[in-house]
């Protein structure tokens, strides 16, 4: 059988870095993210016992299968469905990889759900985000829809992500600049392994609950100046574990720094825009629709700028009948 799935990457407004237990890919905190509209993943998945080998291809490119993530997960979804038939997989997806922005989330969340339909599961929201997580853990949070939270379990059937709020709760972007095309040096796998070796990661632990209570606030009164102070301080609470693990890890280009810098003249200028920054180079800006076109000048005249995506909240994964091959 084949099936095809579209899912959004998302962004995460309290971020997770760590895990309680590698193979589940449980989290050491909680996360609230928002699913973004125009960064998607497509993924066409098609079962067949005359299938000798699973194939991937993602943007014209077959992967190897050695190691391959991918069919790790496609065994995960084997498994859970009796069944052994070996698979094709074609993936696309509409911005760049491995720069910080989140593709696998969208990537895991699209192939699971593509996956385990066309193996004959019916599975619940809950179970999908299960089942994604253990691919990608920030996938679990592009199965729902609109702003969602990553429910912090201590085992594999509590640890899933539910909406919070639909799409059209809030009229809030992410634009994106693209500062750099080039892929990361350090994958965000190998560098939560790391969060252990900072000194500040115990103290980040101990005031989580409340960092996650105040975003769920300030979401539900829809404060945004003080929803995009919590936001961009997350982000940097988070980069600051990252440059003190060791070895430490620097994530930022001088495009990246810039931008930051820019967000407080911007804000002196009567356009409220507060950054995030997940495990990459590229820089989310957080702001309201009416900001939007004010933001996409500034960001125009800005040389290291290298691409702009606009992005409101958006459904989660979900089928569509157009495959890919």
Not at 39 to 54: G, Q, S
Not at 165 to 186: F, N, R
Not at 298 to 309: G, P, Q, S, W
Request: hydrophobic residues 40%; glycine residues 6%; positive net charge.
């Amino acid at each position: 059988m084949k099936k095809t799935a579209v899912a959004p990457s998302n962004i995460a407004f309290v971020k997770y870095w760590g895990k309680k237990d590698e193979v589940l890919r449980l989290p050491e905190n909680g996360s609230i993210s928002m699913n973004l509209s125009n960064m998607i993943t497509t993924t066409t998945v098609a079962f067949d016992p005359l299938f000798k080998e699973d194939s991937i291809t993602i943007n014209g490119i077959k992967e190897e299968n050695d190691g391959n993530r991918a069919i790790k997960h496609l065994d995960l979804i084997r498994q859970r469905a009796k069944m052994t038939h070996r698979a094709r997989v074609v993936t696309n997806t509409n911005f760049p990889r491995s720069t910080g922005l989140s593709s696998s989330a969208s990537g895991f969340a699209a192939l699971t759900v593509a996956a385990a339909s066309a193996a004959g599961l019916a599975l619940s929201e809950k179970e999908l985000s299960i089942v994604a997580r253990q691919g990608s853990g920030s996938a679990c949070r592009s199965i729902p829809s609109g702003i969602t939270e990553w429910l912090d379990g201590d085992t594999s059937n509590t640890s899933y992500a539910v909406s919070l709020y639909p799409p059209e709760y809030w009229d809030l972007c992410d634009v994106v600049a693209i500062v750099s095309t080039g892929k990361k040096d350090v994958s965000s796998t190998a560098g939560q392994k790391l969060v252990g070796s900072s000194p500040f990661f115990p103290v980040r632990c101990m005031h989580m609950k409340k960092k996650l209570e105040d975003v769920k606030k300030a979401l539900k009164d829809k404060n945004f100046p003080h929803f995009g102070e919590l936001v961009e301080a997350e982000a940097l609470e988070l980069h600051s574990i990252m440059l003190t693990s060791t070895p430490s890890l620097i994530y930022w280009t001088s495009g990246t720094l810039r931008i930051m810098k820019l967000c407080k003249v911007w804000r002196s200028e009567g356009i409220p825009v507060y950054f995030t920054i997940n495990t990459g180079q590229d820089i989310h800006l957080i702001c309201e629709k009416a900001s939007v076109d004010a933001l996409k000048k500034k960001l125009a005249d800005i040389e290291e700028v290298k691409n702009i995506i606009v992005n409101i909240s958006a459904p989660g994964a979900h089928l569509i009948e157009k495959h890919l091959f």
